[in-house]
Structure formats: structure tokens, C-alpha cells
């Protein structure tokens, strides 16, 4: 059968993302052994991600009114984003372009989990706003965390090569949102070898696309011999495969920056 066959190929490529996991944990400079992993995870989701889709490294996000992102891990965004600046491998991106964040962490406890948390919310409460409406067609939304969005809201993701085990990394997920509205909340918790933690309803059992208020959290340990890719694959395409976006508009991103000295005109 199809899974089953996709269920192959991912048992081999988590066998692979492991030994190289494992070789990166040889280099001595931390900051070399962290872009290793994020790459892993990088290359990976590359694979399973919709074409419209691009999984880009060491990005900062901005949005029109001036906000800045934490740099990020990961970034989800549109194909068609301008290259604002590609400096060394580094990114600046219109937040408007922006699809979802991952989080990768080498190894997941409660302070990391409060890091990547953090910086995903930071994320997901940027303004969307600089966009030019497209005449003549139907608006389009998208319901996620309990709204109605004119744009396509921010995942947010936290993949971990390792941790507590999950039921402890739940307890602090869930302390941690208590204070918070589901706006904020991650989306998912993947922690290879042990399996994910995410939204369902308490009424059906069902698990939910993205959080909302009265959800409960629910932890799906991983099949030994499967890992968590599938699993993520199939996450991948729920979520993104009706990613969307209207045109930007780069002119609010301009501001008062002067374009130039009105010189003269002429009537025809």
C-alpha cells in the first residue's frame, strides 16, 4: 500500500537524520553542531512541504509598523517572497510572507520549551496588514485558533532530537498556556524518538488542525520502528497545503522614506 510504502521511506530517512544527528553532536563549537541540526530539520521539511512552500535558515521577520522577530530557526514562507537582503545566508522577510515558524531544539527540558514557545508567539502576534487587494475576486480567509483571519496565520512548531520524556514536556506546555490565549499557543511538540504532542477535542477525541480555547492537549507516542516522521509528514501537508496570500504591498514597508524630488510634468 501507499503508506506503507511512505512508511518505508520514512523509517530510512529517520535512520539517516539520526546518524548525522549523532555526527553532529562531534563538532566542538556549539553554534556549528545547532546549524547542523536546524539544516536536518531544514532539508527534511524541504522534502514534505507543498512547492508554494519554502523552508528557509537564520531568518529575521519584519512587518510594516516596525516589529522585529527573535531570529528564528526555521521559517515557512511563500515562494514568491522578495529577497530583501541575502547577506552570508541570512534573511529579512515581510512577516505578510511568512507561513509558519519551527523551533528546533537539541534537546527539550522546560526552559527550552519556554524559549521556543515564546518566540513563537512573538512571532504569531506580528501585524499581517501590507497586502493589495485583488479586484473582482471573493476575500478569502482562514479559521485557526478559535478566529476568522484575512490572511493565513502563523504555525507554529517545536521539533526537538530529544528531551523529557513527553508526558513531563506536556506539564510545562500546559502551565505555560494557561496564562496565555490559544493565539499564542504552538501548534505541535515533535520529539524524535518519543513522539508529538498536539491540540484535540475533548468532546470527539479528534485531533485539531491548531489550537483553541477548551482544547485539550493531547501526547501520541511514537510506533518504535516508525519514529515521528510520518506522522510530521502528514502534519506538513494539513497545514500548509492551503497555504495562501494576497499580493504584498512594499510601499508601507517604504514609510516616509523620500522616493525622489517632484521636478516637472507635462500635460499631453
Known sequence: ????????????????????????QNFNHNGE??????VLIQQFLSGYLPAHVEAVHNVEVISANGDVSPQSDIVLIDRGTPPFTTLKGF?????????????????????????ACTKISRMRIMPKTAYR?????????????G????????????????????????????????????????????????????????????????PVAGASLVQVDAEPDQDILLALALHLNIH?????????????????????RLVKTWTV
Open 33 to 38: 553542531a545547532g546549524t547542523s541540526r536546524e
Open 91 to 115: 534573511r529579512i522577510i515581510p512577516n505578510e510572507c511568512v507561513y509558519g515558524v519551527v523551533e528546533v531544539k537539541t534537546k527539550l527540558d522546560g526552559v527550552q520549551l519556554v524559549d
Open 133 to 145: 487587494p485583488i479586484p473582482g475576486t471573493v476575500p478569502r480567509n482562514t479559521k485557526a485558533y
Open 147 to 210: 478566529k476568522t483571519h484575512d490572511f493565513f496565520p502563523t504555525s507554529g512548531m517545536i521539533v526537538a532530537f530529544g528531551g523529557l520524556n513527553l508526558e513531563t514536556i506536556g506539564n510545562h506546555l500546559v502551565q505555560w498556556c494557561r496564562t496565555r490565549n490559544p493565539i499564542e499557543w504552538p501548534d505541535s511538540v515533535w520529539v524524535a524518538g518519543k513522539g508529538h504532542l498536539q491540540w484535540g477535542d475533548p468532546r470527539t477525541g479528534s485531533l485539531l488542525r491548531s
Open 240 to 260: 500548509f497545503s492551503d497555504a495562501w496570500m494576497n499580493p504584498l504591498d512594499l510601499v508601507p514597508y517604504a514609510g516616509a522614506a523620500p522616493l525622489g
Open 1 to 24: 500500500m501507499t503508506q506503507e510504502k511512505l512508511g518505508k521511506i520514512l523509517r530510512s530517512v529517520a535512520s539517516r537524520m539520526r546518524a548525522d544527528f549523532e555526527q553532529s
